[in-house]
């Protein structure tokens, strides 16, 4: 399977815990983004790298998120001191500079976060 | 600010013809994307315009008016699989970030 991958799947935690998901693009891809979807809602963008620089962060996101990608290849995305309203699915996108104009992005599976 | 709308549900005909809208307001204009969703999955891509004009792509066509802030997608010859989300998406600058609409949830029936 050469698409974009995501682990864990599913994540249940309780409120206070810091959570941990990683993504693993399209392997050509130099592009990843990070993405939140709520029921019936549109994906919220989250962040954005291209190759190991993270260069734009919604100014919507809390301290409490961080993100990496630290050799340009996979990435992850931690929240820390979760809270109710973090429950929602977690979606990596990746794409590449080279299929202009589309750019389009190819979309992981998701993780979905559920806070106690 | 940005903004784009997108009806929230429609209901079709299996082997009918559907037109879902999508009009937008946004600081920038890079591109429209529309991308299908079912439940539980990913998006992934149906088709991407920047230029005024339809775009056709086998059962699925998109077009674009920049004047007028509007793109629809067009589904014909409905099948059963075809229920699904779909998501009108704006690339605003050269960064590719996306600003997406809510989605509009299909629904076929028999």
């Known amino acids: 399977d050469t698409g974009v991958s995501q682990n864990p799947r599913h994540k249940i935690t309780k409120r206070g815990q810091n959570v941990t998901f990683r993504c693993d693009p399209i392997s050509e891809h130099n592009r990843l983004y990070w993405y939140r979807q709520t029921l019936g809602q549109g994906p919220e963008f989250l962040t954005y790298f291209q190759n190991e620089a993270q260069l734009e962060k919604s100014r919507l996101l809390s301290d409490r998120f961080s993100a990496e990608r630290p050799k340009g290849s996979f990435s992850t995305l931690e929240i820390q001191r979760t809270e109710q309203g973090d429950s929602a699915m977690y979606l990596c996108a990746s794409s590449a500079s080279r299929d202009r104009p589309y750019n389009e992005q190819f979309f992981g599976p998701g993780t979905r976060l559920t806070v106690l | 600010g940005q903004n784009i709308d997108q009806p929230t549900e429609m209901t079709a005909t299996e082997g009918a013809i559907v037109q879902i809208n999508c009009t937008y307001q946004t600081s920038g204009f890079n591109g429209l994307f529309w991308y299908q969703q079912h439940a539980g999955e990913a998006p992934t891509f149906l088709s991407y315009?920047?230029l005024d004009g339809l775009e056709e792509k086998g059962r699925f066509s998109s077009f674009l008016s920049r004047s007028k802030g509007y793109s629809y997608l067009l589904l014909k010859e409905l099948q059963m699989k075809d229920s699904a989300s779909y998501l009108c998406a704006v690339r605003v600058n050269s960064n590719y970030q996306l600003i997406w609409g809510a989605g509009t949830k299909l629904i076929i029936k028999p």
């Open positions: 315009n920047v």
